[in-house]
């Protein structure tokens, strides 16, 4: 396997939209997170800043590109112990409430299911 096989943006067992909101909770946190510079917490802030104040170029573009650069830029430039520690808890949650329980076959119901008569 190299290593663009190992890299996998999207999980695909998750989607693209559990993905994206593990990539905001995980924003949220290093903002809260007290260990994160105050300077890099300027970067998704301003990004959103930049997406309310009306701008001169036309189109949603270029406001979703300077958002998505912002969160990109603060993720990356964040320490990678501390990202790894916040993805780990994300993810320890995610996993927690969707995982398969161990049913034993005498807790299993088997039914058919029928029309009922008119």
């Not at 969160?71 to 994300?90: G, K, R, S, T, Y």
């Amino acid at each position: 396997m190299n290593d663009d096989e190992k890299r996998n943006i999207i999980n695909m067992k998750t989607g693209i939209f559990n993905d994206l909101a593990s990539r905001i909770k995980l924003i949220m946190r290093l903002i809260a997170d007290p260990r994160v510079s105050p300077f890099l917490k300027i970067l998704p802030i301003g990004s959103l800043f930049y997406f309310i104040v009306p701008d001169i170029a036309p189109g949603p573009i270029d406001d979703v590109a300077v958002i998505w650069l912002g969160a990109f830029l603060f993720v990356e430039l964040c320490p990678p112990h501390i990202v790894q520690e916040h993805m780990d808890l994300i993810n320890k949650t995610y996993n927690s409430e969707y995982e398969n329980k161990d049913i034993s076959s005498s807790e299993i119901i088997d039914a058919e299911f029928s029309e009922p008569a008119k």
